[in-house]
């Protein structure tokens, strides 16, 4: 299967920032919707935002104004930017990508966020 390859995970400071970036180990066209989800320790994973081909974005109402979830088209990539980071939205982070039907999965980054 494809694999989805996710970078910009680390630890910071509440209120500062990341950017998380994700694209597939091969080119893969036609994506119809990206998203990002994050799961944080004894608690459910949970959709932060995705976004469609045509740029419309949906975001969970705890990240709302905070983060911005954008795609590149041309090179297959979803980002994340997040803003005001606060101690909550520390979870590991997966990227996802929906195509023809089938939603493929990165493996999860580590964002830590400190008080």
């Known amino acids: 299967q494809v694999q989805l390859v996710e970078s910009g995970g680390g630890t910071v400071q509440a209120g500062g920032s990341l950017r998380l970036s994700c694209e597939p180990s091969?080119?893969?066209?036609?994506?119809?919707?990206m998203g990002w989800y994050r799961q944080a320790p004894g608690k459910q994973r949970e959709l932060v935002a995705d976004?469609?081909?045509?740029?419309?974005?949906n975001y969970a109402a705890s990240v709302k104004g905070r983060f911005t979830i954008s795609r590149d088209n041309t090179k297959h990539t979803v980002y994340l930017q997040m803003n005001s980071l606060k101690p909550e939205d520390t979870a590991v982070y997966y990227c996802?990508?929906?195509?023809?039907?089938?939603?493929?999965w990165g493996q999860g980054t580590q964002v830590t966020v400190s008080s």
């Open positions: 091969r080119s893969i066209f036609s994506i119809s919707v």
């Open positions: 976004i469609t081909r045509d740029g419309i974005t």
């Open positions: 996802s990508m929906r195509h023809f039907g089938v939603n493929y």
